[in-house]
Structure formats: C-alpha cells, structure tokens
C-alpha cells in the first residue's frame, strides 16, 4: 500500500539534545511537507520542499532543519535551538495537481516531549 | 496574520442532526479549500475538497458549500453519527503554495 511512514511514533528529547524525526513515503510525490499541531493551534508550517534537493522556510522554521537528499526521504531535526519542541508532528506529501485525486496525505504522526 | 478563520472551536451535536462548521479566508488567490478530518493520535485525513468554480460538491452525507463574494465555506455533515467524533480541519491554498490552515474544531456527536 502506498502511503507515508513516521518514525519514530513517541520520542523523547533531552534539554540541549538535537533528534529527528524520520519521513519516508513511496507515493511517487514531489512535495513534502513538515508541520507541527499544537493544541488549539492547528497545523503550522515548518518546512517544505517541492523537489528533491530544494527546500522552503515555512512559518516556524526556527529551531528545525530539513534534508531532502531523496524522493522518498525528508527528515526533520528538531535542534536545541528550539526552546518548545514538545509537539506532535505531521509530515505529509502532495499529488500533483493535475490529478483526480489531488491532495495531501499525512503520516500518522511523531509526538515529541521534552524531558 | 491567520489567513483562514475557522468556527466553532468545538461543537456538540445529537446522533442524526446537522454538523455545520465554517470557515473564512482572506487571501482572494485561494483556488482549492479541502476539509480533513483528524482522529486522536493520528494524521489527518482529506475528506473533501472543492474549487471556486462551483458553490456546493456533496459526498455522501459531507457538504461543502461555498461562497465566492463572502469569502467563507462550510462543511455541513448531515446525519451526524458517533463515529463522526473527531477533529475537522479546513485548509486553503493557491497553486502550489503549501496549504494554510483553521485552528480546528472538535466535534462531539452525542446518542
């Protein structure tokens, strides 16, 4: 089946510790996506790329880094720099536009905590 | 700036009657407002989707309608059941800007 696999489902960072958070999907897209929902906040951008090698701040891209060495692959690490990580995690990959079934679809998610 | 408004932040509504929740945006090059529905612990789902260029796409017991002038939609879901319970999210993007969206609402269906 085609979709987009999490990993880890829980994790837990240490203050100063740097993690990440692994992105793997097998739908052929070229976008992916990484947001992060907070209680009562929605799903805020962090960073997105629309190709392989190419990747865009999104609104809270402070304290996060990305890769996008691979089609499949697009790992987010939560650096130290970011002072509230506590947060679930949603990364996500966008068909193209042209098609029938045009849309994102999510993983299931990563819930980060700090201890 | 939240560029897309979404109401009520929770709702309650009795097994069989009409869950309405709305939404508002502000950005007129908007072209594709979809729906997700989002369970506890898990990644949203597309529920449903419309574009500018009609007012109303119904799927099964989920309806969207929209108002180009107003600059607003809603999702109504008709018949509402337990298993409706969950999160709903609207969303709105242009091109291929990456989708935007409400804070939520979390819906209660009661027996």
């Known amino acids: 089946d085609g979709g987009i696999t999490q990993s880890p489902k829980y994790l837990f960072r240490k203050e100063g510790q740097n993690v990440t958070l692994s992105c793997e999907q097998n739908?052929?897209?070229?976008?992916m996506y990484w947001y992060r929902q907070d209680p009562g906040q929605g799903l805020r951008l962090i960073y997105y790329?629309?190709?392989?090698?190419?990747?865009q701040k999104g609104d809270i891209a402070e304290g996060y880094s990305v890769s996008r060495e691979k089609k499949e692959s697009f790992p987010l690490t939560v650096t130290s720099a970011q002072k509230n990580p506590t947060a679930f995690y949603l990364c996500?990959?966008?068909?193209?536009?042209?098609?029938?079934?045009?849309?994102?679809?999510f993983g299931s998610g990563t819930r980060l905590t700090v201890v | 700036q939240q560029q897309v408004k979404q109401s009520p932040q929770s709702l309650i509504v009795q097994k069989g009657g009409i869950s309405i929740i709305n939404c508002a945006y502000e950005?007129?090059?908007?072209?594709?407002f979809p729906w997700y529905q989002q369970f506890p612990g898990k990644g949203p789902a597309l529920l449903i989707a419309?574009?500018?260029?009609?007012s109303e796409k119904k799927e099964g017991r989920f309806t969207i309608s929209f108002n180009k002038s107003a600059k607003q939609f809603s999702l109504h879901i008709m018949d509402s059941q337990p298993g409706d319970s969950a999160t709903y999210f609207c969303?709105?993007?242009?091109?291929?800007?990456?989708?935007?969206f409400g804070k939520g609402t979390r819906l209660s269906v009661i027996a």
């Open positions: 996500a990959s966008r068909s193209p536009r042209v098609t029938a079934n045009y849309g994102y679809t």
């Open positions: 739908l052929n897209h070229d976008a």
């Open positions: 790329s629309q190709i392989v090698n190419d990747f």
């Open positions: 950005n007129t090059a908007f072209d594709y």
């Open positions: 419309i574009r500018p260029d009609v």
């Open positions: 969303a709105a993007s242009s091109g291929n800007t990456p989708l935007v």
